[in-house]
């Protein structure tokens, strides 16, 4: 038994949402009691007990769309001009950048981001993967970095034709291969799910492809849909109609399945969203950084969308996602009071939600049967916390960098900001160094 006691515990239970002072009883990587202090410790003598001294015991956060491939992006000079469009931003960067990865590479540039996502406090991450020279065993090769630091992970390859078929063809088994790996190892820290690029590099026939290989696996498609407003001129121009009725009519949408972005959507393509129960996925920064407008959120919500909040590579700190998107749809809207209660909602809420739908156990809450992952955060509050004020705390108070322990599925991955059985120095000297050689290819 594993006792993380002596903190101010916000549970995001609606039964009982904050002890003032708590203590969350572990089993293996199960939580099997939260109750006070002196009750569980009384309850469990024996047990090994961190005492985090008033410091916040929180859930693990989760961030539901990232890239860890685009690491070694960070620095990187371009060769042409600064982009002046998305397209151009995916042309001058993110396609040259994955096509030059190795396996090495990619395990490296998966190891990073990971690490820092330990150090903000996430736990559980939906990675969508790309690497055209290095299909074929990268999404183990990325699980086994996960592995290696302890993150809970859902993956998936991204299938595009822009590398010509047998690429896509391969990007299909990578996917499937993987998916039956991770069916057949039934392991709470690894899933599968079918990744697509988006839509404006997906032909018909490609599609119809994916579908028919996913078809019996129960895993869901994880995509980028309506990004940018080249994905809906493309899609209108070839197809005669909008992303998100075009991927209804292949049957991607549903309840498993992750439309990321959704920015450029209208109505009928929310009421379509909403009635497949898809999941989607907002991205604020990213959206922001490439320029590509402010996805109507809000009022996706207000129809019964389901949106959790992802980060898509941008940063690993989702309480800086969680800011940013609480600002962002009030900025667009002009109204002070949007986002504040939709974006805990998104991060607190959804993105639990949305795990659901490939663990078999709870996530994103601290409730007797869920996974243990838990992080404690070194905020002492300047004013009253209670069950009534959490968020605004969180909102004004709470930071990345203030994650002083992070525990994983039971296990501690990192005390004292200090990261457990990883050799942090050495993972980046090597990173930089396969960075250098990487730059040189891009």
Request: aromatic share 6%; net charge negative.
């Given at each position: 038994?594993?006792?993380?006691?002596?903190?101010?515990?916000?549970?995001?239970?609606?039964?009982?949402?904050?002890?003032?002072?708590?203590?969350?009883?572990?089993?293996?990587?199960?939580?099997?009691?939260?109750?006070s202090?002196r009750e569980?410790?009384?309850?469990?003598?024996?047990?090994?007990?961190?005492?985090?001294?008033?410091?916040?015991?929180?859930?693990?956060?989760?961030?539901?769309?990232?890239?860890?491939?685009?690491?070694?992006?960070?620095?990187?000079?371009?060769?042409?001009?600064?982009?002046?469009?998305?397209q151009?931003?995916?042309?001058?960067?993110?396609?040259?950048?994955?096509?030059?990865?190795?396996?090495?590479?990619?395990y490296?540039?998966?190891?990073?981001?990971?690490?820092?996502?330990?150090?903000?406090?996430?736990?559980?991450?939906?990675?969508?993967?790309?690497?055209?020279?290095?299909?074929?065993?990268?999404l183990?090769?990325?699980?086994?970095?996960?592995?290696?630091?302890?993150?809970r992970?859902?993956?998936?390859?991204?299938?595009?034709?822009?590398?010509?078929?047998?690429?896509?063809?391969?990007?299909?088994?990578?996917?499937?291969?993987?998916?039956?790996?991770?069916?057949?190892?039934?392991?709470?820290?690894?899933?599968?799910?079918?990744?697509l690029?988006?839509?404006?590099?997906?032909?018909?026939?490609?599609?119809?492809?994916c579908?028919?290989?996913?078809?019996?696996?129960?895993?869901?498609?994880h995509?980028?849909?309506?990004e940018?407003?080249?994905?809906?001129?493309?899609?209108?121009?070839?197809?005669?109609?909008?992303?998100i009725?075009?991927?209804?009519?292949?049957?991607?949408?549903?309840?498993?399945t992750?439309?990321?972005?959704?920015?450029?959507?209208?109505?009928?393509?929310?009421?379509?969203?909403?009635?497949s129960?898809?999941?989607?996925?907002?991205?604020?920064?990213?959206?922001?950084?490439?320029?590509?407008g402010?996805?109507?959120?809000?009022e996706?919500?207000?129809?019964?969308?389901?949106?959790?909040?992802?980060?898509?590579?941008?940063?690993?700190?989702?309480?800086?996602?969680?800011?940013?998107?609480?600002?962002?749809?009030?900025?667009?809207?002009?109204?002070?009071?949007?986002?504040?209660?939709?974006?805990?909602?998104?991060?607190?809420?959804?993105?639990?939600?949305?795990?659901?739908e490939?663990?078999?156990?709870?996530?994103?809450?601290?409730?007797?049967?869920?996974?243990?992952?838990?992080?404690?955060v070194?905020?002492?509050?300047?004013?009253?916390?209670?069950?009534?004020?959490?968020?605004?705390?969180?909102?004004?108070?709470?930071?990345?960098?203030?994650?002083?322990?992070?525990?994983?599925?039971?296990?501690?991955?990192?005390?004292?900001?200090?990261?457990?059985?990883?050799?942090?120095?050495?993972?980046?000297?090597?990173?930089?160094?396969?960075?250098?050689?990487?730059?040189?290819?891009?």
């Amino acid at each position: 038994m594993l006792l993380i006691g002596n903190g101010r515990v916000i549970t995001r239970d609606e039964a009982q949402s904050y002890l003032s002072d708590g203590c969350v009883a572990i089993r293996d990587h199960l939580i099997v009691e939260i109750g006070s202090t002196r009750e569980v410790e009384s309850k469990y003598p024996g047990s090994d007990f961190i005492d985090v001294r008033g410091r916040v015991i929180m859930p693990g956060l989760i961030n539901t769309h990232t890239h860890l491939y685009s690491t070694f992006a960070r620095g990187l000079a371009l060769k042409d001009p600064p982009p002046d469009s998305f397209q151009q931003i995916l042309e001058r960067l993110w396609w040259r950048l994955d096509k030059v990865l190795t396996l090495e590479d990619i395990y490296y540039s998966a190891l990073v981001p990971l690490m820092d996502c330990v150090k903000n406090g996430t736990t559980t991450i939906f990675d969508h993967h790309a690497s055209p020279g290095a299909v074929r065993g990268s999404l183990v090769t990325t699980a086994k970095a996960a592995q290696a630091v302890g993150m809970r992970c859902c993956q998936c390859y991204e299938v595009s034709d822009r590398d010509g078929k047998e690429v896509a063809e391969q990007g299909i088994r990578e996917n499937m291969e993987f998916i039956h790996y991770c069916n057949q190892a039934g392991d709470d820290m690894a899933k599968g799910m079918f990744g697509l690029h988006a839509s404006l590099t997906l032909s018909d026939e490609t599609l119809s492809r994916c579908c028919e290989e996913n078809a019996g696996t129960k895993a869901g498609f994880h995509i980028h849909a309506a990004e940018g407003r080249v994905d809906v001129e493309d899609c209108l121009g070839r197809y005669g109609r909008r992303v998100i009725e075009r991927l209804f009519d292949f049957g991607i949408l549903g309840s498993k399945t992750i439309a990321a972005h959704c920015v450029h959507i209208d109505d009928r393509e929310m009421d379509l969203l909403r009635d497949s129960k898809t999941k989607v996925v907002h991205n604020p920064e990213s959206n922001m950084g490439n320029a590509v407008g402010c996805a109507p959120v809000i009022e996706m919500l207000r129809r019964g969308v389901h949106v959790g909040l992802g980060t898509d590579g941008y940063t690993c700190d989702m309480f800086e996602s969680l800011k940013v998107a609480n600002l962002l749809h009030k900025h667009h809207l002009t109204d002070p009071k949007a986002g504040w209660e939709e974006a805990p909602d998104m991060l607190f809420r959804s993105n639990g939600l949305i795990c659901e739908e490939y663990f078999t156990r709870p996530l994103g809450k601290l409730v007797p049967g869920a996974y243990a992952d838990i992080i404690v955060v070194d905020y002492d509050p300047p004013t009253p916390l209670h069950a009534g004020n959490l968020d605004a705390h969180i909102l004004f108070g709470i930071s990345g960098p203030m994650v002083d322990t992070t525990i994983i599925n039971g296990r501690v991955v990192m005390r004292e900001r200090q990261l457990v059985d990883i050799d942090e120095a050495q993972i980046l000297a090597k990173s930089r160094e396969l960075a250098a050689e990487v730059w040189k290819r891009f």
